[in-house]
Every structure is written in C-alpha cells, then in structure tokens.
C-alpha cells in the first residue's frame, strides 16, 4: 500500500471524484446539510480540492493507493491558521449562505484545532478496501507525518454515534479528551488525542 499527498497536476478528473466522494462518505449527513444532495456536495468538493485556502485543499490530502485504485484518503490538518478563502471565491452564494448558517449552528463542532496540535480531519476507506487495515495504516502514516515535523500529539473528532471508527482510533492509542454536543439536534463528537512521545 502507497500512502502519499495528493497532487493536482496528475490527478485525473477520475480520481479527484473519487477523493471527493471520500470525502463525502466520511459524514453524509453533515456534507448534505452544507452543500445539499451528494452529486452537488462531490462537485462542490472537488472544487475545494484544487483550491489552495481551504481545509479541503489538495495540499492536506494523503491518498492510499492499491495497484492503481484509490483505497482511502486522510485529510491532516496542521496546526497553523488556514485561510478559507476558497470558500468565498469557489462555492455558489446558495452553499456560502448554507454554510454560514449551518457554521452557526455547528459552531462546537467546528472547533478543530487547539493551535499546537495537527489535527486529522477526515479519514475515509473505499468500500472495497475495508477490513483491509487500510485505516490504521492511514492513521500511522498521520501520526508518522506529525512526529516529523515535531508535535508532540495528533487529534480527530469522531461522531459519537460512530462506535466502530471510535473503537479503531481506541486501538490506535487515542484517547477521548473531551465531548462536544448540540443539543437541540441531539448530533455531537467526541474529541480523542493520541500523545506522540
């Protein structure tokens, strides 16, 4: 299995749909809240992608590849501010207003980052390839990636109805740091932390 970034100029129109949709599966439910229906919410996506100031952008994506198929996609985020300007300039009015009031609403979800810690902020297996360990060799290569460049730990959210991904991130050595909920519509994540030294 080769885990490496994802770089534009050789992704396929192909292959950028099926990072998108990656992307799409890791939460269904919250991609349809903010940009609609998934053929919508996929060309959003690849939109996002190939921008440079979003935490979409190709330049926090690390691919799994089996043979010539994509297995999995990591998106790690570091720990540094990101601009979110693709978000203006690449998304119609319809998904910015969306996203906006759904940014609101979401608000204690979104927090992603505590300013020293990267952070994985979706990781997503092909159909496929599930079962495979794909997964955990994502989170290693995440966790790998961190250490070089210095951080002492890694963090993710995970939904908390999401038993089976909680139980992995347990089985890779995260641990749950804290619970962050919205009540009124009964959705919430647990925030897990694994420690690098």
Request: charged content about 10%.
């Amino acid at each position: 299995m080769l885990i490496t970034p994802l770089i534009p100029p050789s992704v396929s129109a192909a292959t950028l749909t099926q990072v998108a949709a990656l992307i799409y599966h890791t939460d269904t439910e919250l991609f349809r809240l903010l940009f609609g229906p998934a053929h919508r919410a996929i060309l959003l996506l690849e939109r996002l992608i190939l921008g440079m100031h979003n935490s979409f952008s190709h330049q926090y994506i690390h691919v799994a590849i089996s043979q010539t198929h994509i297995a999995g996609i990591i998106i790690l985020i570091p720990p540094t501010p990101i601009r979110e300007d693709d978000f203006v300039t690449l998304l119609p009015w319809h998904a910015l207003a969306r996203l906006a009031i759904m940014r609101i609403a979401l608000s204690p979800i979104f927090q992603t980052s505590d300013k020293t810690t990267p952070y994985i902020q979706n990781i997503s297996v092909a159909d496929g390839f599930r079962g495979q360990g794909i997964g955990g060799q994502l989170i290693d290569y995440a966790t790998q990636l961190t250490q070089k460049h210095g951080y002492q730990s890694i963090a993710l959210d995970v939904s908390l109805n999401n038993s089976r991904a909680q139980q992995l991130y347990q089985c890779q050595g995260f641990v749950v740091t804290h619970t962050m909920r919205i009540w009124p519509l009964r959705i919430g994540v647990n925030r897990m932390h694994k420690s690098l030294h």
